[in-house]
């Protein structure tokens, strides 16, 4: 038994080897950079390799860095919360109204956002919200305004629409996922046992389809932290995140030490709010076995 | 609660008299094109155990769902305890429900489960507690609550989804195949125990099951029901004696059935010819419908009504020699096939009918080939015609 079981854990080993190498080359050995240089002295266009915790204690005592992570964080979960709440309503509607021959072609439909780069869709945003944009035209055709609005573009406002839209089929997925696996002879017990649907949504539903809704803000969470491309577009560059802090610090004031440090402290800071979401979907998970 | 009598024929006699909790009247349902439910009605008396029997597919499951109020139907009537359910949704109705899958909340636990449906009891929480306590008591599991729901056996699950409906009190108990995920013996023994809860609660259960031993097991009364249609209503022993159609006969157990030629009407019955068993009259009693799809008339009878004797024998039954053509040896059955002499007389065909006998002491199994004496009465013979 013992020998098998080695046999087929090494079999395992082999098979996963040639991805998993590919992973540590382009992902364990840039991050091990990242967190060298974050200890190392910065020499004015040059690292020098002595070592330092002088980047951290910079980092966690600058007040504009404390404001743009905050913004960061601030914007991501207001990102998270209204993705998941547009989210739940179309991926109910996918589960329980869409006749289950048609489920498939509804999940194609919600992928075509994805047939075009993530660059372009951020960029149409900027068009639809700009000065001489699709809404402010639309506007002025019909009369409703004479000068085009200015607050639609360049805001949190317009990163977080922008953004919503971008990750939606990300929350749409595991939500639907989480519906999909509820026995519908539980919903017909909530009605059976006194309870108005309504009711049997708050006490059924959605408590099972928690591990989806967790699992969704996360998927959600994570990415729009580090987000760049909308802060810089969108944004108009004007409210940066923390990406952008760190792109300015790598290149443009090339400060690889204090960038990697920014670089290793929000992801501190991801890794510890990941670890929560993570602990907080065991306890639905624990559940559903 | 009533007081629960040992008797079955008292428990029974008691219940024919009651008066109606759940009237359906000319209830039709369609699923599209298919025509689910072609005209129910059907009576079942309050404290009754009923049962609706028939194969996968016959309606028996949509009909218990409209009764619960999870399907709408064309037209007809439904009534519980005479109130028109005519627009009452499933919520409101006082009717619970055991589903076949048992629909525990996986993230409740087992007290919580049993719980559920008294949100809006007024009782107070200790209260609460109390009655979960000794719903769970009712079913056996008293000291359970804590447990998380995921981590039970199917047949506790089994126990949480009654004592959550019965909680509730409801007027009518619907089973769904309730029994139909359970091993063998775990399920005679849930048998015994739901007929043994059912006298103590005095709540009318109505039981959905494809499993012809498990309804005339555990019913006062069974509806047998075929493509959306009753076949047949009546007590276990009518049905299984005096089926009052080949389709019933055939799905309830085991029937033997020879060709039958009607002779003469007589005063007391109907006097027929059956190649085999000579002139016969069959008792008006024991006189049902052949099917559409059947040649002529036929008789039937039981495995078990009949047995294998020694050639001399006296008493008031029937005596017909035979060939054993087949044996098949249970343990405690032996099943005969037999070949009853002049049974081709009619038209060639050879029928061997199948004789059950208990295997007690000092009874040997007969061999392939020996001669034998069948005995039989023409009580046990029901005519099709």
Sequence with gaps: MATGNRSQSAQGLTLIAPPLSYALLVMAAPLLTILAYSFLKDGYLTVIREFTLENYRAVWSDPIVRTIMLRSLSVAALVTLVTVVLAFPVAYFLSFVVAPGRKAMWLFLI??????????????????????????????????????????????????????????????????IALEKIDRSLLEAGRDLGESRAMTFWRVTLPLAMPGVVAAALIVFIPTIGDYVTPALIGGGKIPMIANMI???????????????????AMLIVAVLSLIFVALNRRFLKVRQ | MTTPSSSTAAHRARTAAARPMIEIKGVHKHYGDYHALRGIDLTIRAG??????????????????????????????????????????????????????????????????????????????????????????????KGYGKRAAHALSGGQRQRVALARALILKPKVLLLDEPLSALDRKMREQMQVELIKLQRQVGITFVLVTHDQEEALVMSDRIAVMFEGQIAQMDGPEALYARPTSRRVANFIGVMNFLPARILAETASGVEVEVPGLGRVEIPAANISQKDAGDEGPSVGFRPEAVS????????????????????????DMTYYDVRLDGSASFDGKARPVRIAMRNVFGRDVQDVGTRANVSWSPGSLVLFR
């Design chain 1, 247 to 265: 792109q300015s610090q790598m290149l443009d004031l090339d400060n690889r030490p204090l960038g990697s440090a920014l670089a290793v402290t």
């Design chain 2, 308 to 331: 294998l004797v020694s050639a001399s024998q006296p008493g008031q039954s029937r005596v017909t020699p035979g060939v054993i053509d087949e044996v098949v040896y249970y343990g």
């Design chain 2, 48 to 141: 009754e155990f009923f049962s609706l029997l028939g194969p996968s597919g016959c309606g028996k499951t949509t009909l218990l769902r409209t009764i619960a109020g999870f399907e709408d139907f064309a037209d007809g009537v439904v009534l519980i305890d005479g109130q028109d359910m005519d627009g009452v949704a499933a919520n409101s109705r006082p009717t619970n429900m055991v589903f076949q899958s048992y629909a525990i909340f996986p993230h409740l636990s087992v007290a919580e489960n049993v719980g559920f449906g008294l949100r809006r009891d007024p009782r107070s929480k200790a209260e609460k507690a109390a009655a979960i306590e000794e719903a769970l008591e009712m079913v056996g599991l």
């Design chain 1, 111 to 176: 992928t075509i956002p994805f047939w075009t780069s993530y660059l372009i869709r951020v960029f149409l945003w900027k068009v639809i919200l700009g000065y001489n944009g699709v809404v402010n035209s639309g506007l002025k055709t019909l009369g409703v305004i004479e000068q085009p609005l200015g607050f639609l573009l360049y805001n949190v406002n317009s990163m977080v629409i922008t953004l919503a839209h971008a990750y939606a089929p990300f929350a749409i997925l595991p939500i639907f």
